[in-house]
């Protein structure tokens, strides 16, 4: 098999085991408590990220097969076999659960390769907004980054990586807007790249760059500079990391509202 493939496929399990990690736990969640709302919170977050890896597994196909399992687990049958809304959210976890295992099925098979050809394809491009055309592929291998460390657990490493994103993205958008024009929006001197982290996401929602989304921000993601490798030791939870990733996207949107 080609490397590049064997690579490809290989980070697709990483993730597909992840999420079914992740999964297990937000059902025990729910059979604990299905009217918490930190686990339904949590069942939202993860039945998203399931989404975006069953859409990308598919090449973005409706009609593929994992695609319409993953569908059909939201569903309920009726007596008559008929589809009706209304599953309880632990089946329905349950039932993505096994749409999980197909896919690692699927990409592990020995005999005629795996069955899904979208591993094959190189994944969505999220960064064409950025404007410096050098910074993008970067990001875009940040960002898979980011995601996979999550789903190992490296809470510490994912957020530091989406703080470092989202510090590179906002940083090139008020790049582009330039400094003059920043001026009326209250920004320190000097270069951009000199300001505080903080200091450039202010700065870019008063320019109205973004909006107010960045407020979500865990404390100790605004301060993800100060540690890490000879940095101080904090305990970054899966919580930080996932919020700092939340924030990510949403401040993804605002610099590109047309996607």
């Not at 590049?4 to 399990?13: E, F, N, P, V």
């Not at 597994?57 to 009726?78: C, D, P, V």
């Not at 200091?199 to 921000?217: D, F, N, S, T």
């Amino acid at each position: 098999m080609d490397e590049t493939l064997r690579a490809q496929i290989d980070s697709h399990l990483s993730r597909l085991h992840g999420l079914i990690r992740r999964g297990r736990q937000v059902r025990d969640s729910l059979l604990a408590d299905a009217s918490s709302g930190l686990a339904i919170a949590a069942t939202r977050v993860w039945q998203e990220e399931c989404g975006v890896t069953i859409n990308q597994l598919s090449g973005g196909s409706k009609a593929h097969w994992l695609a319409r399992s993953f569908s059909e687990a939201f569903l309920m049958r009726s007596a008559a076999g008929e589809a009706v809304e209304g599953a309880a959210p632990e089946e329905i976890v349950q039932r993505l659960l096994e749409v999980l295992e197909q896919a690692v099925a699927s990409l592990s098979r020995k005999d005629d390769g795996p069955i899904i050809s979208a591993s094959l394809e190189p994944p969505p491009r999220r960064f064409d907004f950025v404007h410096n055309a050098e910074l993008r592929p970067i990001v875009e291998q940040a960002y898979t980054d980011s995601r996979l460390a999550l789903e190992q657990g490296d809470y510490d490493v994912a957020m530091r990586t989406s703080c470092g994103i989202l510090e590179a993205i906002v940083t090139d958008a008020l790049e582009h807007k330039g400094l003059s024009a920043l001026a009326a929006s209250g920004a320190p001197e000097g270069r951009i790249a000199d300001w505080p982290f903080e200091a450039r996401l202010a700065v870019a929602e008063r320019a109205g760059i973004i909006r107010g989304g960045y407020a979500r921000l865990p404390a100790v993601a605004r301060a993800y500079r100060d540690h890490g490798e000879g940095g101080a030791e904090v305990t970054v939870t899966d919580r930080d990391a996932r919020q700092a990733g939340q924030v990510l996207r949403v401040l993804m949107r605002d610099l590109n509202p047309g996607r």
